[in-house]
């Protein structure tokens, strides 16, 4: 099957592809080679030349359109966890969306720049009453940077939660450190009725895990030591990190993630939730952004 974006950004490095049902945009630079998807506007892969994969995918994942593909980078927008409404999907629904594609760009730096959106239609009105527009600028560089652009179309102000649900490829979450949630609000959703706390420790994996850190807004390093790396994860307009890793018993219910494949990743979210949520004027627009890099170990 050919895309239908193929002649119109016809731009050396950059091919349109599908798998099943799931188009893929397929991006290889000086720096990196990487994968995303239209549905959800997901990145699948990122990998910096001679290096190992930053992200994670299931082998079970279904690229069948009928969900997300489980893994990559999905958005989770205009709520994060839980709806506050029986019957709506968790994580929003724009993770199920199929995306345009506005622009495939190289830039003079040799960086390539993908600019993907969605906007309201009848379905997310019937979901989410308050239209509004989405776009997500991707740049595939040196580091992985990821732009989303909420935009307020309705005449009145609204709020929205929202998370970039990154799931990174580890070599062992087990007992790994996550550095730079010190000091934050943490919020153990794995113990309902625990309050929240501020975390005074480095935090360290120890699956099964599913907490939110509020009031976080600083830089945090994934220090993923059987790979002899560590993952940077810079951030802008941000407050909030959430970690997550199902461990050996929750990862049984999840049909597209294998049983023992929960010790190949770890989700770690920027973005802002529950009460970091943010409120947008009518007509305005915020800004979440994040940059993952890959370094040596200190
Ligand atoms: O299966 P989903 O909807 O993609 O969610 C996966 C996980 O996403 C995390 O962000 C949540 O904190 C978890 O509670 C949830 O289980």
Same mark, same amino acid.
Request: aromatic share 8%; hydrophobic share 40%; charged share 20%.
């Given at each position: ?11 050396? /490095? ?12 397929? %991006? ?7 994968? %995303?998807?239209?549905? &959800?506007?997901?990145? *699948? ?8 994969? !930053? !992200? ?8 069948? &359109?009928?969900?997300?593909?489980? /893994? ?5 927008? =205009?709520?994060? /966890? ?6 709506? =999907?968790?994580?929003?629904? #724009? ?5 345009? #594609? ?11 720049? #993908? ?10 009105? @019937? ?17 992985? $940077? *990821?732009?989303?652009?909420? @935009? ?18 580890v070599a062992n979450p087990v007992g790994m450190q996550i550095k730079g949630l010190e000091k934050s609000t943490h919020l153990d ?5 625990? =309050?929240?706390? %501020? ?7 120890? =699956? ?7 009031? +976080?807004?600083?830089?945090?390093? $994934? ?7 560590? %993952? ?18 929750? #990862? ?7 049983? +023992? ?21 009518s007509k305005a627009e915020h800004m979440l952004s994040v940059q993952y890099s890959i370094e040596p170990l200190a």
């Amino acid at each position: 099957m050919t895309s239908r974006y193929q002649e119109q950004f016809s731009v050396e /490095g950059i091919k349109f592809t599908h798998r099943e049902k799931v188009e893929l945009i397929e %991006i290889d630079n000086a720096f990196a080679k990487a994968t %995303i998807t239209t549905l &959800g506007g997901s990145v *699948l892969s990122f990998m910096p030349k001679g290096q190992k994969d !930053l !992200l994670w995918v299931s082998d079970t994942a279904v690229y069948d &359109g009928s969900k997300p593909v489980r /893994g990559g980078v999905p958005v989770c927008w =205009p709520w994060f /966890g839980a709806a506050k409404q029986a019957g709506l =999907p968790a994580h929003g629904f #724009v993770r199920s969306m199929v995306w345009n #594609v506005e622009k495939a760009v190289h830039l003079d730096t040799g960086a390539t720049r #993908v600019l993907l959106a969605c906007e309201s239609d009848e379905n997310t009105m @019937a979901q989410w009453p308050h239209p509004f527009s989405l776009k997500l600028c991707i740049e595939i560089g040196e580091s992985l $940077i *990821l732009t989303l652009i909420s @935009a307020n179309l309705s005449d009145e102000s609204i709020d929205i939660t929202e998370a970039l649900h990154t799931y990174f490829a580890v070599a062992n979450p087990v007992g790994m450190q996550i550095k730079g949630l010190e000091k934050s609000t943490h919020l153990d959703k794995l113990a309902s009725d625990a =309050p929240a706390e %501020i975390q005074n420790e480095i935090v360290v994996l120890n =699956p099964p895990k599913d907490s939110v850190y509020l009031n +976080q807004t600083g830089t945090v390093a $994934i220090i993923d030591a059987d790979n002899n790396r560590q %993952i940077i994860i810079e951030k802008r307009n941000s407050q909030s990190s959430v970690v997550w890793n199902p461990g050996p018993e929750i #990862v049984k219910g999840f049909a597209d993630i294998d049983d +023992q494949a929960w010790l190949e990743f770890a989700c770690v979210e920027s973005g802002n939730v529950l009460d970091n949520f943010i409120t947008l004027p009518s007509k305005a627009e915020h800004m979440l952004s994040v940059q993952y890099s890959i370094e040596p170990l200190a």
